[in-house]
């Protein structure tokens, strides 16, 4: 591996400082001291276990699915503020149905 400058660790940890998400318990010279790691190592990809990390790799959701579905067939028939409620109401009316009520 080849060693990095000072100037593209510098950056690297710039680009690492912005894509995290720092919480009020996460203690500072510890994420310091990953983020200076993972510059040295060139790598940029942020904290680990990110929301936005966490978000794309979460399967789709049932309700998920179904908006994925029915959206087209709402879209034609509602202003685009009445969607969602559309949609929110058929998703009522489909877990009723399908947990016998």
Known sequence: ??????E???????????K???NKEDDFDTEMNKIIEKAKK????GKSNSKES???KKA?????????????EVKDQYEPKE??????????????SSNGK
């Open 42 to 45: 060139g790598t940029t990809t």
């Open 8 to 18: 593209q660790m510098f950056k690297n940890v710039i680009t690492i400082i912005k």
């Open 20 to 22: 995290m998400d720092i």
């Open 60 to 72: 789709p959701t049932p309700y998920n699915l179904f908006v994925k579905e029915k959206y087209p």
């Open 83 to 96: 969607r969602m409620k559309a949609i929110a109401i058929l998703w009522k009316k489909h877990q009723e």
């Open 54 to 56: 966490k978000k794309s």
């Open 1 to 6: 591996m080849t060693a990095l400058t000072n």
